[in-house]
């Protein structure tokens, strides 16, 4: 088998193919030494194919293994030989080996050309490699020689990792390998014209003629390369040369390798090595020791113990060193920061702090002033960490220190300055997206937002509203582009919501190499303006106002002369009246008349409190059924003929805490507006309680609203009619009186159909009302009817009356004397005797009095008795006399003028139903206004109904 280890693939097939004609010849053809020759074939053919190191088989073209013609030793499928004949060699190989040669078998039988292909077989987990040749033999067959190259492919491989390891070594260390052919002039560089051309794939660069090298090599360096390639040998140091390159100057060292002839040539070979990198540290280390000695600063290393290593010549020059640097401690200087222990603690410090340290000390300088330096400490090491240093820049900070504190002294005054004057300063930076490098105390105050907020940020991130933003912006961009001072006065929104006003200038500031800096003050004028606004509004009121008195003055000179016309009037005819029934009539304008009077007395009353701000409120226990109960008897009787008042009772009872009198007033209000404007139909009040609040509501079937004067029937002085007798105050006064017990009043009407007027008030805070459901009320007595006292019934009730006037006393005596036993006191102190004397069930008290006044009375009684009744009389109407006469002692108080029906009332209020002097029982039938319930037709009985009938008698 050795003997044809050095015949090629190619002739060892020729002479298979030799044998195999030589074999095929026919005997009788071929001479004697043909014969001879096939004899040999036929006995060595045999050998020679088991001599060969291939696989040779013979393959069907479909890919069936037909016959192994080699040794077995050549199987290398993994099989033996008699198993494979016949197979598809398919099933032998893995699917990739297996497309591999059936592709190549398929392009012999389509071509009838030898092809060769390669394909791997892993057997016992050891992948081997193999080059298969394919030859066709006839139509049917062909013969494949497949033979293992695993070594050549492992020893190719190794050759080029060997190649690619020389390689990077070679870039590692910045080599560059050169020939050059003396015989032609010629250098086979490629890495070096790679770098000249700027190429990047040096493998395709061939030999180039040396004129162009040459040219890029600095000229002082030519002549010692010129002498390198043409005489220099292995022996020789090496070149130092340099080359311009793409705009760099590159340094390199060349030495030659070997040196051989070719021709009587010399063929030079040798190595470039790039030394840019290591020569430019060098000058950078020589431009560092330049730097450090000629530097301001002074530099020093040292070892941990002290022992210097290197000082610049500023320190030198200060602590006047001579000789080597070497000799000396750190610490031994004169004028040393610390001694031996404290630079031991300051190592020790160095290596716990990451190796760095700064700090600022006092030193004696060259002339011996003491100076201030700002000392920086490093810890460096070696390469090797064997040496560890101190490295220390000293540098004389004593005149940046003076500045600074000259400056920081400048910068507190003009910050204190800033911060205390009354208008806002800001400056922004146009280059930085406008945001603010500045913004004074006063932009804080006023705007609500701290400058740690603002500075930094823009206006889009700190201001509250977008298009104030926006509107900054917009303005900041109209600045730059005309580079002119710009004022104007804008609005924005601070962070709590507020809107502020400001009278702003703004201008530009230069600034080095960017945008000019915009600087801006704004004046808050928005108490300048708000107090401006409240002048013209105060202004336009005042007008308004002196419009609507002088109409108010004329219409109450017209509202008041009128009732006083029909009382004097009526008065002086009522003592010449004929009859009884004309006495009463005249008797009964006077008495409307006057009430109509006190209203109006009362509104202007009311009015000024208003205005004034002392409107009072008064909060107890109350029940709202009850105060509607009164409003119903007080106002049935004034109905017109055609009118039903209706009372909508939809509880039994009602307790709330609320204010009695006012809620009286604003229900009076409603309901004698609805008299007034409604001629035919009914008017209906009520009341609901929805959650914590009462809801009142008054209608009626007048004449309505017109859709135009609805929005302002609750302004001052409004009249619908201005020929309708009142003010023009009620619904002013109602809504005032609503709004500050915190409840709303609202109207809805269409004219010509009514109107419902509704407020709500809310219950106290800590109080429920109790409302208990019931029987409901039965329908109240027709307008003008008057139940009698029984006769045979119990005796009067005594009233004690402190009244010093006759005529005032007498009024009361004409409204009670028929009904109680009047017992008159003149002046307080005889009140006082009567009252031990007679124990009345009532006192009414006039407050002014001689020799003791009503408080006093008061006061004395009330030792006597904690539970008479003590009514106060006085023509004083604020609330402040109402607490005066109540902290007294008094039970309650009436203001004058009185009217039959005031007495009745608190007589009615204060005395039991027995005392006076009216059993209780069936009230009695009505059939005008009807007092409804929820179960409508049951009677009302007891005090109620008694009450009733009380409050009807004259």
């Given amino acids: 088998m050795d003997n044809y280890d050095k015949y090629s693939r190619e002739e060892l097939v020729r002479m298979v193919r030799e044998l195999k004609a030589r074999n095929e010849a026919p005997e009788s053809g071929a001479g004697t030494g043909g014969a001879d020759n096939l004899r040999f074939k036929e006995r060595y053919a045999l050998r020679i194919l088991d001599s060969l190191p291939d696989m040779l088989t013979v393959l069907d073209h479909d890919?069936?293994?037909?016959?192994?013609?080699?040794?077995?030793?050549?199987?290398?499928?993994?099989?033996?030989?008699d198993r494979l004949i016949g197979r598809d060699i398919c099933s032998m190989l893995t699917p990739e080996a297996y497309h591999s040669v059936k592709a190549n078998l398929d392009r012999v039988a389509a071509t009838r050309q030898g092809s060769t292909s390669h394909h791997d077989i892993t057997l016992d987990e050891c992948t081997r490699h193999y080059e298969n040749r394919i030859f066709p033999l006839d139509e049917r067959y062909a013969l494949c020689m497949c033979r293992d190259v695993t070594e050549e492919i492992r020893a190719k491989e190794e050759l080029e990792q060997a190649n690619r390891r020389m390689t990077m070594a070679e870039e590692m260390a910045s080599l560059c390998h050169w020939y050059y052919y003396e015989e032609t002039?010629?250098?086979d560089a490629p890495q070096l014209i790679a770098l000249i051309t700027g190429r990047a794939d040096s493998s395709r660069v061939g030999r180039f003629p040396s004129s162009v090298f040459m040219p890029h090599v600095h000229p002082a360096d030519q002549d010692k390369l010129v002498w390198q390639l043409g005489s220099g040998s292995e022996a020789d140091n090496y070149v130092e040369y340099r080359i311009r390159a793409k705009g760099r100057t590159r340094y390199f060292h060349s030495r030659i390798i070997h040196v051989r002839e070719e021709r009587g040539y010399r063929v030079v070979e040798g190595y470039a090595q790039d030394m840019t990198y290591v020569v430019k540290r060098l000058h950078e280390l020589e431009a560092v020791k330049y730097a450090l000695n000629n530097a301001v600063e002074e530099i020093y290393a040292c070892r941990l113990d002290g022992t210097l290593e290197f000082a610049s010549q500023a320190f030198v020059e200060r602590h006047g060193l001579t000789g080597e640097v070497g000799s000396?401690?750190?610490?031994?200087?004169?004028?040393?920061?610390?001694?031996?222990?404290?630079?031991?603690?300051?190592?020790?410090?160095?290596?716990?702090?990451?190796g760095s340290d700064k700090y600022i000390a006092k030193l004696k300088g060259g002339n011996g002033e003491r100076l201030t330096y700002e000392i920086i400490n490093y810890i460096v090491y070696d390469e090797a960490k064997e040496c560890e240093l101190v490295w220390a820049f000293v540098r004389d900070i004593s005149l940046r220190v003076a500045h600074e504190n000259r400056i920081r002294e400048l910068n507190y005054v003009m910050d204190a300055i800033l911060n205390n004057i009354p208008v806002y300063l800001f400056v922004k930076d146009p280059s930085n997206e406008f945001r603010y490098l500045y913004w004074n105390k006063a932009f804080e105050e006023h705007s609500r937002i701290p400058a740690s907020v603002a500075l930094g940020r823009t206006d889009f991130e700190i201001f509250p509203s977008i298009r104030d933003a926006e509107k900054f912006r917009k303005d900041d961009l109209a600045l730059l582009r005309t580079g002119e001072r710009v004022e104007f006065i804008e609005e924005y929104m601070a962070a709590n919501g507020q809107k502020r006003v400001v009278s702003t200038s703004k201008a530009l500031v230069p600034a080095e190499n960017k945008l000019p800096l915009i600087i801006g003050v704004s004046w808050d004028i928005t108490d300048m303006k708000r107090a401006e606004q409240e002048l013209i509004a105060a202004r336009i009121k005042a007008e308004v106002s002196d419009k609507l008195k002088s109409a108010f003055l004329a219409n109450m000179s017209h509202e008041i002369r009128t009732p006083l016309n029909a009382i004097v009037g009526f008065s002086r005819m009522v003592a010449s009246a004929e009859t009884d029934e004309e006495k009463q009539q005249y008797t009964e304008i006077i008495d409307s008349n006057a009430e109509l009077l006190l209203q109006l007395i009362n509104d202007i009353l009311d009015l000024s409190k208003i205005e004034a701000g002392t409107l009072d409120f008064n909060f107890q226990p109350m029940d709202l059924v009850e105060l509607c109960r009164e409003e119903y008897e007080i106002h049935k009787s004034r109905m017109r003929d055609g009118v039903a008042l209706v009372f909508d009772r939809k509880y039994e009872q009602a307790r709330v805490v609320s204010d009695h009198n006012r809620l009286a007033q604003v229900i009076t209000n409603l309901l004698s507006n609805?008299?007034?404007?409604?001629?035919?139909?009914?008017?209906?009040?009520?009341?609901?309680?929805?959650?914590?609040?009462a809801e009142f509501y008054v209608s009626d079937t007048g004449s309505g609203i017109p859709a135009d004067k609805l929005p302002t029937i609750f302004d001052r002085f409004i009249k619908l009619d201005s020929s309708a007798a009142g003010t023009g105050l009620g619904l002013a006064i109602s809504k005032t009186i609503v709004e500050k017990?915190?409840?709303?009043?609202?109207?809805?009407?269409?004219?010509?159909?009514?109107?419902?007027?509704?407020?709500?008030?809310?219950?106290?805070?800590?109080?429920?009302?109790?409302?208990?459901?019931?029987?409901?009320v039965a329908a109240p007595q027709a307008p003008g009817h008057e139940a009698a006292i029984p006769a045979g019934g119990p005796a009067p009730a005594t009233l004690l009356i402190a009244e010093d006037i006759d005529s005032n006393y007498m009024l009361m005596k004409a409204f009670l004397g028929k009904r109680y036993r009047l017992v008159r006191a003149h002046n307080g102190q005889e009140a006082v005797e009567l009252f031990g004397a007679e124990r009345p069930d009532l006192v009414f008290m006039d407050i002014k009095m001689p020799i003791m006044d009503g408080y006093e009375a008061t006061r004395r009684i009330r030792r006597l008795s904690a539970d008479v009744p003590i009514i106060a009389i006085t023509a004083f109407a604020f609330e402040s006399d109402r607490e005066k006469v109540l902290a007294a002692g008094c039970t309650d108080y009436l203001t004058k003028p009185l009217s039959q029906q005031m007495l009745n009332q608190k007589i009615a209020q204060y005395l039991p139903v027995q005392e006076c002097g009216i059993p209780s029982g069936r009230a009695g039938e009505g059939h005008a206004g009807v007092d409804r319930g929820d179960r409508p037709g049951q009677d009302d009985r007891g005090a109620v109904g008694s009450e009733r009938m009380l409050r009807q008698m004259p």
Wanted: net charge negative; glycine share 12%; with cysteine.
């Fill in 741 to 776: 017990m915190g409840g709303t009043i609202s109207a809805e009407s269409r004219e010509g159909e009514g109107a419902t007027f509704r407020f709500t008030v809310p219950l106290r805070c800590g109080q429920e009302a109790v409302i208990a459901s019931g029987q409901p």
């Fill in 185 to 187: 002039d010629e250098l």
């Fill in 674 to 693: 609805a008299i007034k404007f409604t001629s035919q139909g009914e008017i209906r009040f009520g009341f609901d309680i929805r959650s914590n609040m």
């Fill in 328 to 354: 000396y401690r750190i610490y031994d200087l004169e004028g040393a920061a610390f001694d031996e222990r404290q630079w031991r603690n300051r190592v020790a410090e160095l290596r716990g702090n990451e």
């Fill in 63 to 81: 890919g069936h293994l037909v016959e192994l013609v080699s040794s077995e030793e050549t199987n290398h499928v993994g099989e033996p030989s």
